[in-house]
Nanobody, 122 residues
Framework: HVQLVESGGGSVQAGGALRLSCAAF????????MGWFRQAPGKEREGVAT????????VCADSVKGRFTISTDSAKKTVYLQMNSLKSGDTALYYC????????????????WGQGTQVTVS
């Protein structure tokens, strides 16, 4: 099964930048999508950005548009989240998740989640 290892979180002052990485290990050939989510204390988990296997990407959260960028390496085994102009409202536990096709007709399997990496903006 696929395992995800996240890194790059930390503490930063408002206005600063961080780059999160999420590396996928295991059977990753049938990628459907890779994405980033976040959960702040007392709030529900929200989608931040998603990269699709066709090469397109989508920033879901209006609050980060223009500041966050999602990308992957050429092998589509590592997904990055470049976060610029960070604000205190970006403080959260950030998770990556990947979805893979489980058959040849495009059926998606359940998401695989990383362990989360903390981002704190002060």
């Amino acid at each position: 099964h696929v395992q995800l290892v996240e890194s790059g979180g930390g503490s930063v002052q408002a206005g600063g930048a961080l780059r999160l990485s999420c590396a996928a290990f295991g059977p990753t050939d049938s990628l459907a999508s890779m994405g980033w989510f976040r959960q702040a204390p007392g709030k529900e988990r929200e989608g931040v950005a998603t990269f699709y296997s066709d090469g397109t990407s989508y920033v879901c959260a209006d609050s980060v548009k223009g500041r966050f960028t999602i990308s992957t390496d050429s092998a589509k085994k590592t997904v990055y989240l470049q976060m610029n102009s960070l604000k205190s409202g970006d403080t959260a536990l950030y998770y990556c998740a990947t979805v893979y096709y489980i058959d040849t007709v495009g059926t998606e399997g359940p998401p695989t989640w990383g362990q989360g990496t903390q981002v704190t903006v002060s």
